[in-house]
């Protein structure tokens, strides 16, 4: 399963770069994050394993996320015209996914953020989620992405939400 979302926020590149990548700021955007710690190497760059542990309702799904790239390294003075690139894989029981995300200048002080999302299921009980109902892992990543936006630009956090 692949598809594509995006969002524009409105701030700039750097700003929105150096947000989606504090280890910090996770928690605040990012539903149900319950754990993520790396196992090797510092947070966020490649080659970086980090055990994750996610929980939606009265599920809990863990994993292991490896960073596959991370271009430029450094995100402070970021070239105007750059793109950012943060890629990382995810295998957890029965699921692979790979997330390709990219931020680029959408305006003076707008940045878009387009995640491209694939996943292959080994499992038959994740198969049979993937093929039934496919659209719930468009809505989640889209949920992200507007968590995250609301966090980058008016310092909305996610578990403050009342039930």
Request: net charge neutral.
């Amino acid at each position: 399963m692949k598809y594509t979302v995006s969002i524009e926020i409105a701030l700039p590149l750097e700003r929105v770069a150096q947000l989606l990548a504090d280890p910090a700021n996770i928690p605040k955007w990012l539903r149900g994050m319950v754990l993520h710690e790396p196992l090797n190497g510092l947070h966020g760059q490649v080659g970086t394993k980090s055990r994750v542990v996610m929980e939606t309702g009265q599920q809990k799904f863990e994993a292991i996320e490896t960073i596959t790239r991370r271009e430029p390294a450094d995100l402070r003075n970021i070239p105007k015209g750059s793109v950012v690139h943060f890629e990382r894989e995810i295998v957890g029981e029965g699921m692979w996914s790979a997330a390709r995300e990219r931020l680029t200048e959408a305006g003076p002080n707008t940045t878009l953020w387009e995640s491209a999302n694939e996943y292959r299921f080994s499992s038959l009980m994740m198969r049979l989620v993937g093929l039934l109902m496919p659209g719930t892992f468009r809505q989640q990543s889209e949920q992200h992405m507007r968590d995250f936006k609301a966090f980058a630009e008016h310092g909305k956090d996610v578990r403050e939400e009342k039930g």
